[in-house]
């Protein structure tokens, strides 16, 4: 079998960000700033690299970023007033929640709450019903950013079979969504799901989004399957910090066509996802108050 290929995630998200600083730059000349919102809850260490890495990859690609750090014991309805102001604010066009919130905080109430046009992470049950319905809406991130790996790395998706490990909110349901646009056969397993290892043999596509570390082996492979390992868990490696996938990397090399490293292949997807989400929801906003004004400036009043 030839040597498999390591889809390198830095780069395919060097090149969204390319586009998205362009995008940023046009709408800089028509006098839009975009803008996104974090708001963290809490100081989860994780939460807080994450949060730190978004500010600073907006500011890179021209985009204000403005955070705002709660207390964990901030209440649900002093986080629901935080954000029901940065809906009504026309500055900002995205909002962004740091999951997981502290266990007292209602989660879906807060997503909920957020106005589906500035739902940069599409979480909203409007982009979610959108996304099932085929609809162009501001698509969920680390989906998305699998999506346009296996676009670069297949080429056209259609007929293909794909199997996603996984049936979160976040990842699996969306990711499933997506491949299914994108005319794949789809599979979505579960921990429920008895003999999952057969069906995903089966697999052109492995979509590994468990959090399992390791737990996908050569023995889960079809020869020359295209695996996206989504999986993040923090492992101790003789008291060093290591992040590893769900998909036992060097098992699966022995069979796979391609595959994604962790770290370096999804994770910086997420973030060119989430400017480019940030982007559109600046450009759907900018036009859409154009095309008010229009009508405003030829209406007959
Ligand atoms: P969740 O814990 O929300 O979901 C895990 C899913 O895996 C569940 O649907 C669960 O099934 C399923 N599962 C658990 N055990 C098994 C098993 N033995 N066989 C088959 N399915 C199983 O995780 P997330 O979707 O939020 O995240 C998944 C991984 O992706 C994590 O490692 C997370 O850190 C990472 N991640 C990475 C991102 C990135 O940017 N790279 C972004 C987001 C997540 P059930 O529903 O039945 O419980």
Known sequence: MNTPLLIDGKAAAAQVLLHVREAVARLHEHDVQPALAVILVGSDPASQVYVRNKVLRAEEVGIRSLEHHLPSDTSTAHLLDLIARLNADCAVHGVLLQLPLPAHIDELRALQ??????????????????????RAVLAPCTPSGCLYLLKQTCGDLRGKHAVVIGRSNIVGKPMAALLLQADCSVTVLHSRTPDPQALCRQ?????????????????????GAVVIDVGINRMDDNGASRLV?????????????????????????????????????????HQAQRSLSEAVCHSTY
Not at 113 to 134: C, M, R, T, Y
């Open 245 to 285: 996938g769900d998909v036992d990397f060097d098992s699966a090399l022995t069979r796979v066509a391609a595959i994604t490293p962790v770290p370096g292949g999804v994770g910086p997807m997420t973030i060119a996802f989430l400017m480019k989400n940030t982007v559109t929801a600046a450009l759907n906003q």
């Open 113 to 134: 709450a957020i106005s589906p046009d500035k739902d940069v992470d599409g979480f909203h049950s409007e982009n979610v019903g959108g996304l099932s319905q085929g």
């Open 203 to 223: 697999a052109d596509i492995v979509i590994a989004a468990v959090g399992r570390p390791r737990m996908i082996d050569a023995s889960w492979l079809k020869p």
